[in-house]
T-cell receptor
Framework: AAGVIQSPRHLIKEKRETATLKCYPIPRHDTVYWYQQGPGQDPQFLISFYEKMQSDKGSIPDRFSAQQFSDYHSELNMSSLELGDSALYFC????????????FGPGTRLLVL | AQKITQTQPGMFVQEKEAVTLDCTYDTSDPSYGLFWYKQPSSGEMIFLIYQGSYDQQNATEGRYSLNFQKARKSANLVISASQLGDSAMYFCAMRRFASTGANSKLTFGKGITLSVRP
């Protein structure tokens, strides 16, 4: 079965650089979620989208922005990167209603030097 | 607000034995879902099992079962016949069920590390 696709899988950036993470949800899943998992921590919700509109917002820094496109894929844009942004970034997808489970992609491991 | 509590220290279990991973939760929402995810050292987040707050029976998925005690607000994961590949971090999570039926974010616990001994 098709899964959530994330790219890139690994990313190394310098402080103050920018990064763009991409997420392709499972076919027919129209809701996308972004989570950040710091080393040794639990995943923290950043933001979610449904039908290209932001549906919920969590602890996402102002330096980060995200959007969902007409093909339902989503991109997380991160600017002025800081050392503390080093983390595993997950994208998850689900249908808008009905199916309760969110299925996660393999994650993008971001290292900021 | 929702809160998930996982307080067990690292857990150890002998291969082929059963193990229970504890999870308690707190929410004021009348309708919610509880989930367990497995995160091996490679990092991916793997969905294991789901329990709805109105489900009358405990959920089961192969070797995984969820011991749901609503009055106690607990949702413990039971893994039967442990395998070496079960060694991983296990997260309990929950989400509220909105009146619109819309899907909502997951709130995670801190996780429990399980090590299976041969």
């Amino acid at each position: 079965a098709a899964g959530v696709i994330q790219s890139p899988r690994h990313l190394i950036k310098e402080k103050r650089e920018t990064a763009t993470l991409k997420c392709y949800p499972i076919p027919r899943h129209d809701t996308v979620y972004w989570y950040q998992q710091g080393p040794g921590q639990d995943p923290q919700f950043l933001i979610s989208f449904y039908e290209k509109m932001q549906s919920d917002k969590g602890s996402i820094p102002d330096r980060f922005s995200a959007q969902q496109f007409s093909d339902y894929h989503s991109e997380l844009n991160m600017s002025s990167l800081e050392l503390g942004d080093s983390a595993l970034y997950f994208c998850a997808s689900s249908p808008r209603t009905g199916l309760w489970t969110q299925y996660f992609g393999p994650g993008t491991r971001l290292l900021v030097l | 607000a929702q809160k998930i509590t996982q307080t067990q220290p690292g857990m150890f279990v002998q291969e082929k034995e059963a193990v229970t991973l504890d999870c308690t939760y707190d929410t004021s929402d009348p309708s919610y879902g509880l989930f367990w995810y497995k995160q091996p050292s490679s990092g991916e987040m793997i969905f294991l099992i789901y329990q709805g707050s109105y489900d009358q029976q405990n959920a089961t998925e192969g070797r995984y079962s969820l011991n749901f005690q609503k009055a106690r607000k607990s949702a413990n994961l039971v893994i039967s016949a442990s395998q070496l590949g079960d060694s991983a971090m296990y997260f309990c999570a929950m989400r509220r069920f909105a009146s619109t039926g819309a899907n909502s974010k997951l709130t995670f616990g801190k996780g429990i590390t399980l090590s299976v001994r041969p």
